[in-house]
């Protein structure tokens, strides 16, 4: 029973929130009908009255159509907002962004017009239809009541005199107002559709999609590193303590053996291949995450791996306060690619790094070797410069390559509104 319960709550929730935004939707289109009609009521006045005269029928005509010019606009962005925020909170946020609308400007006025032509027309025969519903659903309820007392209820055309004509009734109105909160979360749906539709402009959508992408792109680059850290961590606690044993349970063998004894050279070559192996293990877990990155920062990490290159590379770090380690990951393998392209493919005889933050919103890092130039000319995809642009763009994060033909190359990578620790 517990089981069910949990499951179907959530449930009942929404139902009910979706009945109370219904309920505020209803209110909100009645309220507007009603302004309409008065702002409208001089037109109909002088439509309908035959006794005025035509100087008064052309001046409530005219004061009718001011009145619509100037309070329609208003009561559409009122109306256009009040809904916007209304759908945005029932969907948790999952909206574009709001609509902007402006009574000085009248293009931003166009799509809340529209939406209010639709809410004063299908909009108000619904709600007034809903409003009919729900109160001629309460009188069958109270119905009993009043026939128990003598006292008859008028629903309609329907005049309710006794008790069982009271009881259907009731139980016809219970059963209405239950498929009323029942048929509320499609209907709020629908509305939150027709919402979105019509005040939303492509323009919004497309900003909308391209934030949405940004965001699942850093969650992945994100989700990456840290799948990497953890493998570093593995292979730093599990596997390289591993290896280290074999090693000295190999030199302890050793110790005791001979000099001449057989199969000493068998052991000598299993330790040296177990050696060999512990450093290019300790190789590789250095790359996939190095340590020094963690304790001392991107600038010493850049020198670390600049010591392990054939050409003298020359780092100026400026960067301070450091970086969130997620920037300072990215960046370093930014640098990292930048550097062994400017070895594999430029024939330069020395690099050199900059790290700076030009302005406090800006960090920014130049990469200068006097090779052959020519980077980026040959690019493949997927190749080095198009998986530091996948990088980047996670960080909202550019790279301009400066790169002519005979050299030298300079490489700007550029984050702008970088957060700090």
Known sequence: MSQLSTTSAPETLARWRAASYVTAAVTRTLLTVAVAALLAAPILKAATDRTLGAERTGALAATGLALLGIGLPIVSALLARADWASAATLQDGAMPSRPEIRLREPKTLVRPLAYSVVVLTLGGALAVSGLLAVIGSFVALFSPYLAYTGDTAVIG??????????????????????????????????????????????????????????????????????????????????????????????????????????????????????????????????????????????????????????????????LDPRLPPDIETNLYFCVSELLSNVVKHSSASRADVMIHRPIPSQVRICVHDDGCGGAGVRTREYGGLSGITDRLASLDGTLTVDSPFGGPTNITVVIPNPRTV
């Open 157 to 318: 055309p329907l005049t309710i005199t006794t008790v069982v004509q009271s009881l259907v009734a009731a139980t016809v109105g219970a059963c209405l107002l239950s498929l009323l909160v029942w048929a509320s979360p499609p209907i709020a749906r629908a509305h939150v559709r027709l919402v979105r539709q019509v005040l939303t402009r492509p323009e919004q959508w497309l900003r909308h999609d391209l934030t949405a992408t940004a965001q699942s792109r850093a969650r992945l680059v994100r989700s990456f590193d840290v799948e990497r850290r953890r493998i570093e961590r593995d292979l730093h606690d599990a596997v390289q303590p591993q290896l280290l044993s074999v090693s000295m349970t190999l030199g302890l063998a050793l110790a005791a053996f001979s000099e001449d004894a057989p199969g000493r050279d068998d052991i000598v070559r299993a330790q040296q291949q177990a050696r060999k192996t512990l450093d290019d293990l300790r190789r590789v877990v250095r790359n996939i995450h190095p340590q020094v990155l963690i304790d001392h920062g991107l600038g010493s990490a850049v020198r670390e791996i600049g010591d392990n290159f054939s050409i003298p590379v020359t780092v100026d770090d400026r």
